[in-house]
């Protein structure tokens, strides 16, 4: 049960992030984008940069918040599955390209969002 609790928290802070990303002007590509190196949350459009975001939820910011836990580990499969999807939509594949992250914290059903844009890059 508490993972299916754990699966709703993340999809309300992931609607909230989306919506927080259109509301700034971004255009939805895709959401929760599986591949056999891990998962994109959301890709969109910000004019022509195609943005990789990564949704970091903590109730609590106290220990450091969800951007701190995206590791080197992390950012590498973050990298590779952007790869497979730019392999996988040609038409993006000479885009510019980012990695932002929104690290989220509070209600899940109303979360505090701070939006971290070129959070880290590709090559580091």
Request: charged share 30%; glycine share 8%; proline share 2%.
């Amino acid at each position: 049960m508490a993972a299916a609790g754990t699966r709703a928290q993340g999809a309300a802070v992931e609607a909230a992030a989306l919506a927080h990303l259109r509301d700034a002007g971004l255009r939805a590509i895709a959401a929760n984008a599986n591949y056999r190196f891990g998962e994109l949350d959301l890709v969109m459009r910000e004019g022509a940069t195609v943005v990789f975001i990564e949704v970091r939820y903590r109730r609590d910011a106290r220990f450091g918040g969800g951007a701190a836990s995206i590791d080197r580990n992390k950012r590498r499969k973050l990298v590779h599955a952007a790869q497979a999807f730019l392999a996988a939509h040609r038409q993006f594949s000479d885009a510019p390209c980012r990695f932002d992250v929104i690290d989220a914290d509070g209600d899940p059903a109303r979360p505090r969002l701070t939006w971290i844009r070129d959070a880290f890059r590709a090559d580091d």
